[in-house]
């Protein structure tokens, strides 16, 4: 599986971005699909997660309500929407797949077996 992110870019506090991922090599419907992110000098961290479905996702506390991760499964993409954007959110975000067609909340970086390359988010106050 070959996974491409994009969307980063500069914002200032309070607007929004949306990033894709656009995913290839396997049946996209097979895929539990994750979003991560990793700010300079942290580790890096969940965001959200998807489902093959799109009916069961999940998020980090501190973007509940502010971030909606869906996808589209007839172009193989996944999106994270982001309003209301924070310098706190200023992070390289990670996109990841996962053979996994269940609903079970996958939120373990380790348990993930595709990344993409990383689109960086620079949120300015």
């Known amino acids: 599986v070959q996974l491409q992110a994009s969307g980063g870019g500069a914002a200032q506090a309070g607007d929004s971005l949306r990033l894709s991922c656009a995913a290839s090599?396997?049946?996209?419907?097979?895929?539990?699909m994750g979003w991560f992110r990793q700010a300079p000098g942290k580790v890096r961290e969940f965001v959200a997660t998807?489902?093959?479905?799109?009916?069961?996702?999940s998020y980090e506390e501190s973007v509940k309500g502010r971030f909606t991760i869906s996808r589209d499964n007839a172009k193989s993409t996944v999106f994270l929407q982001m309003n209301n954007l924070k310098p706190e959110d200023s992070a390289v975000y990670y996109c990841?797949?996962?053979?996994?067609?269940?609903?079970?909340?996958?939120?373990?970086?380790?348990?993930?077996?595709?990344w993409g390359q990383g689109t960086l988010v620079t949120v300015s106050s």
């Open positions: 990841a797949a996962k053979y996994y067609h269940g609903s079970y909340s996958i939120r373990t970086q380790s348990d993930y077996e595709y």
């Open positions: 998807i489902n093959w479905s799109g009916a069961s996702t």
């Open positions: 090599g396997r049946t996209f419907t097979n895929l539990y």
